[in-house]
């Protein structure tokens, strides 16, 4: 089992920038492939960007390539999203997610955090 704990969610103005943080324990964090996703109001929670078990693949939404950057730091077994100009169609609960030997792509994750709030506004 891991625990995955997110951080780093909050109000910013459109356009702004902010760096979500997971923070990751229990089982060996490099066997992991690590995933974010979101969910806003009203809609169905969606791949955001996922990272492999060795950093060096990385997977997108289309509507965030460009803008929002994932990596991970497995001596701080932390995985991070930078996110960066920022619209209101990013506001939405923000999940650290990990897959046991997973790719980073898009699919069946198995362990979930508790979400960290991002709200994009003026």
């Known amino acids: 089992q891991v625990q995955l704990v997110e951080s780093g969610g909050g109000l910013v103005q459109p356009g702004g920038s902010l760096r979500l943080s997971c923070a990751a324990s229990?089982?060996?964090?490099?066997?992991?492939?690590m995933g974010w996703f979101r969910q806003a109001p009203g809609k169905e929670r969606e791949f955001v960007a996922g990272?492999?078990?060795?950093?060096?693949?990385?997977y997108y939404l289309d509507s965030v390539k460009g803008r929002f950057t994932i990596s991970r730091d497995i001596a701080k077994r932390t995985v991070y999203l930078q996110m960066n100009s920022l619209k209101p169609e990013d506001t939405a609960v923000y999940y650290c997610?990990?897959?046991?030997?997973?790719?980073?792509?898009?699919?069946?994750?198995?362990?979930w955090g508790q979400g960290t709030q991002v709200t994009v506004s003026s």
């Open positions: 997610a990990a897959k046991l030997y997973g790719t980073g792509a898009k699919g069946d994750y198995d362990y």
């Open positions: 229990g089982r060996t964090f490099s066997s992991f492939a």
């Open positions: 990272i492999n078990t060795s950093g060096f693949s990385t």
